[in-house]
Nanobody
Framework: QVQLVESGGGLVQAGGSLRLSCTAS????????MGWFRQAPGKEREFVAT????????YYAESVKGRFTISRDNAKRTVYLQMNSLKPEDTAVYHC??????????????????WGQGTQVTVSS
């Protein structure tokens, strides 16, 4: 069983920054594609960013491209989401997800095997 624990959420003013972290409980993290998704109130969960196990390949939703950066540290079993120039529409619960032994980026939620509980990000105007 893989456990993913997110942290780093909070309340920030528009234009501010936050860095989310997601730490995995197992060594298979280093061979997993990782993704970040978010769900705003009353909306479906949507893709935000993904990174392959090597960290070489990344992909972003258009809405966050140029503002968010996904990265990972396999030695720490942790994936990060640096969020800059935050907007009120970025307000959501952010979830990380792991696709075990997946050798490509993953945009679809069905790609992923395990999910974290989420961390709340609130951006005030």
């Amino acid at each position: 069983q893989v456990q993913l624990v997110e942290s780093g959420g909070g309340l920030v003013q528009a234009g501010g920054s936050l860095r989310l972290s997601c730490t995995a409980s197992v060594r298979t993290f280093s061979s997993s594609t990782m993704g970040w998704f978010r769900q705003a109130p009353g909306k479906e969960r949507e893709f935000v960013a993904t990174i392959t196990w090597t960290g070489v390949n990344t992909y972003y939703a258009e809405s966050v491209k140029g503002r968010f950066t996904i990265s990972r540290d396999n030695a720490k079993r942790t994936v990060y989401l640096q969020m800059n120039s935050l907007k009120p529409e970025d307000t959501a619960v952010y979830h990380c997800a792991a696709g075990l032994n997946l050798l490509r980026i993953g945009v679809a939620q069905e790609t992923y095997d395990y999910w974290g509980q989420g961390t709340q990000v609130t951006v005030s105007s």
